[in-house]
């Protein structure tokens, strides 16, 4: 299973961006999708999961809404009201199980670049 993930770049302050991330391969069915980000000297962290709830980090909530489309096995970060700390790579994640196949498995994208200039 591969992750495609699109949509980062460099974006002034107050702007926009909208994530995207789609999974491709054997997929029976996809359990939790999500985004993390990782910022340079910093440890990788949750931003928006969706799955059986929808969770925020709590810097993001009000300005970032997550989405997916079950039929493209595909997630979105739509993110609003940016701000030079949202600055980082972003990851997407999903948990899915393949056709033929028992258990869960975890699979990452390669990461995309969010840079918010002031």
């Known amino acids: 299973v591969q992750l495609q993930a699109s949509g980062g770049g460099l974006v002034q302050a107050g702007g926009s961006l909208r994530l995207s991330c789609a999974a491709s391969g054997n997929i029976d069915s996809i359990n939790d999708m999500a985004w993390y980000r990782q910022a340079p000297g910093k440890q990788r962290e949750s931003v928006a999961n969706i799955g059986d709830s929808i969770d925020y980090l709590d810097s993001v909530k009000g300005r970032f809404t997550i989405s997916r489309d079950n039929t493209k096995n595909a997630v979105y970060l739509e993110m609003n009201s940016l701000n030079p700390e949202d600055t980082a790579v972003y990851f997407c994640?999903?948990?899915?199980?393949?056709?033929?196949?028992?258990?869960?498995?975890?699979?990452w994208g390669q990461g995309t670049q969010v840079t918010v200039s002031s």
């Open positions: 994640y999903v948990k899915y199980r393949l056709y033929g196949r028992r258990g869960w498995y975890d699979a």
